[in-house]
């Protein structure tokens, strides 16, 4: 049992550059989340997805899209990268989207825009 | 619109002795509590969450913190701190308006020392 693992680890773009982070989670779980993570702010959400078929905006979606593959998966792509979105990224999953649901978060991936 | 309030970036401290790290909240509806650890290049993790009840919540590790719905306030302790609790610790917030979206405060810096 992974739990919610996220590829890649590390990642450097120049700007302009696109990526997608990936995301799966395998405790059937319902609802899915992308936070990045900057000194001192804590995380702020990006995105996140209820339940399969939705995607809702966060606190800072601008310059981000999301795509829901399927239950398990969760993607963030980055269309034009810049140094602004040099971050942590995590995403997590919970059972459902209800306060009472512990999220679990993955290990995150290091990006950096150069 | 919720936002947490950490009012510490760092607390050093040496082992075994007890801590207080300090959480504030502002919400204009029932809200609910969490604590989150995040180990060195680690996910975080739940250490404790505070939904209904019991206004002291019992976590992992030995942490405990305690509602004060007149001061605002969710502050985590623990009476003997080990070189393992060396960690960022996170307060979060979520309200029955938020759904299972979390606002995070800043972050604490827990440094222990032998």
């Known amino acids: 049992n992974a739990g919610v693992t996220q590829t890649p680890k590390f990642q450097v773009l120049k700007t302009g550059q696109s990526m997608t982070l990936q995301c799966a989670q395998d405790?059937?779980?319902?609802?899915m989340y992308w936070y990045r993570q900057d000194p001192g702010m804590g995380l702020r959400l990006i995105y996140y997805?209820?339940?399969?078929?939705?995607?809702d905006k966060g606190e800072v979606p601008n310059g981000y899209n999301v795509s829901r593959l399927n239950k398990r998966e969760f993607s963030l792509r980055l269309e034009s990268a810049a140094p602004s979105q040099t971050s942590v990224y995590f995403c997590?999953?919970?059972?459902?989207?209800?306060?009472?649901?512990?999220?679990?978060f993955g290990p995150g991936t290091r990006l950096t825009v150069l | 619109a919720q936002s947490v309030t950490q009012l510490d970036s760092q607390v050093p401290v040496f082992e075994e002795a007890p801590v207080e790290l300090r959480c504030n909240y502002s919400?204009?509806?029932?809200?609910?509590l969490f604590w989150y650890v995040q180990y060195p290049n680690q996910g975080l993790q739940l250490l404790l969450k505070?939904?209904?009840?019991?206004?002291l919540v019992k976590g992992i590790n030995g942490f405990e913190a305690e509602f004060n719905k007149s001061q605002t306030s969710f502050h985590l302790r623990k009476p003997s701190v080990h070189i393992s609790d060396t960690a960022e610790y996170f307060c979060?917030?979520?309200?029955?308006?938020?759904?299972?979206?979390?606002?995070f405060g800043g972050g604490t810096r827990l440094m222990v020392k032998p």
């Open positions: 997590a999953s919970s059972e459902g989207p209800s306060p009472y649901n512990e999220q679990f």
């Open positions: 405790m059937n779980h319902n609802s």
């Open positions: 997805s209820a339940s399969e078929g939705t995607t």
């Open positions: 919400s204009s509806v029932s809200v609910y």
């Open positions: 505070y939904l209904s009840g019991s206004t």
């Open positions: 979060a917030v979520s309200d029955r308006d938020a759904g299972n979206m979390l606002t």
